[in-house]
């Protein structure tokens, strides 16, 4: 059994940061491409950020191309997403998840490719 606990979230002020972390049960961890997800009230769930088994590839969302970095800690079996300038369009429950198979670019930013959650954690940024 696969759980994933996200943490970090919060309220901030535009311009503001945040880390969030996700800690992962389970060995395989260091097998698991990771991703984070979001979904804004009203909105659909969208693709944030997502890194393969061994950090080789990074894949980002067009909105937070340089503001966010997605890194991971094997050891820790622990995935971060450090998010910097944060606008107030950044407002929404981020989401871990595990399991995609990697196989495709489009395996790592398609949220049905995962097939493990997070509870999310709620971040807002005010103007």
């Known amino acids: 059994q696969v759980q994933l606990v996200e943490s970090g979230g919060g309220l901030v002020q535009a311009g503001g940061s945040l880390r969030l972390s996700c800690a992962v049960s389970?060995?395989?961890?260091?097998?698991?491409?990771m991703g984070w997800f979001r979904q804004a009230p009203g909105k659909e769930r969208e693709f944030v950020a997502a890194?393969?088994?061994?950090?080789?590839?990074?894949y980002y969302a067009d909105s937070v191309k340089g503001r966010f970095t997605i890194s991971r800690d094997n050891a820790k079996n622990t995935v971060y997403l450090q998010m910097n300038s944060l606008e107030p369009e950044d407002t929404a429950v981020y989401y871990c998840?595990?399991?995609?198979?990697?196989?495709?670019?489009?395996?790592?930013?398609?949220?049905?490719?995962?097939?493990?959650w997070g509870q999310g954690t709620q971040v807002t940024v005010s103007a």
């Open positions: 998840a595990a399991g995609s198979s990697g196989s495709s670019d489009s395996s790592y930013y398609t949220s049905r490719e995962y097939r493990y």
């Open positions: 389970g060995r395989a961890f260091s097998r698991y491409p």
């Open positions: 890194i393969s088994w061994n950090g080789g590839r990074l």
